[in-house]
Antibody, heavy 118, light 109 residues
Framework: QVQLVQSGPEVKKPGASVKVSCKASGYTFTIYDIHWVRQAPGQGLEWIGWINTYTGNTNYARKFQGRVTMTTDTSTSTAYMDLRSLRSDDTAVFYC???????????WGQGTVVAVSS | QSALTQPASVSGSPGQSIAISCTGTSSNVGGYNYVSWYQQYPGKVPKLLIYEVSSRPSGISNRFSGSKSGNTAALTISGLQAEDEADYYC?????????FGGGTKLTVL
């Protein structure tokens, strides 16, 4: 079945970097863009950016530009999100999601908890 | 501050109908028919309920419906059930980005 499986929880210190992976299965990876969304504790969903899995082109939310890098490894159908210079307010659940041609997220990863604490 | 504005909370009794609004601008909600709605239970992954303003994915109950007028979209839930108590988020496409609403907590009384 179609699914996105993310890497496990991370605990990082302020100033560090984290790289979250998102492995796709059950469909042709390069047909759909992968987006990343985060949710801080008790807060709403926040869009981080996306990567075109075919071309590798990216677009990031202004808030994260300069601090985030999204990449893919098409040989393993895996997308990655690298977030640098972590702060305590980056503590959140990070989701990857597949975007359809109708600009909707129809498949989501299970989420990766990233905790930033000294 | 969220780009799309949703009420923080709505409530209704079982069997009633409620509507959740999602207000943007002519650059997002009003400019594209790419409004989606998601349901999220606490600690769970969001689930797609509505795409392209009013279309339902396979398996989604017809109690959920979507609409749009100008720069405001709406999700209507009819025949409220206890299991509908959750958080609801709207999104809109704009200029190679996706905007989220701030989310609405639905309480079934």
């Amino acid at each position: 079945q179609v699914q996105l499986v993310q890497s496990g929880p991370e605990v990082k210190k302020p100033g560090a970097s984290v790289k979250v992976s998102c492995k796709a299965s059950g469909y042709t990876f390069t047909i759909y863009d992968i987006h990343w969304v985060r949710q801080a504790p008790g807060q709403g969903l926040e869009w981080i950016g996306w990567i075109n899995t075919y071309t590798g082109n990216t677009n990031y939310a202004r808030k994260f530009q300069g601090r985030v890098t999204m990449t893919t490894d098409t040989s393993t159908s895996t997308a990655y999100m690298d977030l640098r210079s972590l702060r305590s307010d980056d503590t959140a659940v990070f989701y990857c999601a597949r975007l359809t041609v109708t600009e909707a997220f129809d498949v989501w990863g299970q989420g990766t908890v990233v905790a930033v604490s000294s | 501050q969220s780009a799309l504005t949703q009420p923080a909370s709505v409530s209704g009794s079982p069997g009633q109908s409620i509507a959740i609004s999602c207000t943007g601008t002519s650059s997002n909600v009003g400019g594209y028919n790419y409004v989606s709605w998601y349901q999220q239970y606490p600690g769970k992954v969001p689930k797609l309920l509505i795409y392209e303003v009013s279309s339902r994915p396979s398996g989604i109950s017809n109690r959920f419906s979507g609409s749009k007028s100008g720069n405001t979209a709406a999700l209507t839930i009819s025949g409220l059930q206890a299991e509908d108590e959750a958080d609801y988020y709207c999104t809109s496409y704009t200029n190679f980005t996706i905007l989220f609403g701030g989310g609405t907590k639905l309480t079934v009384l």
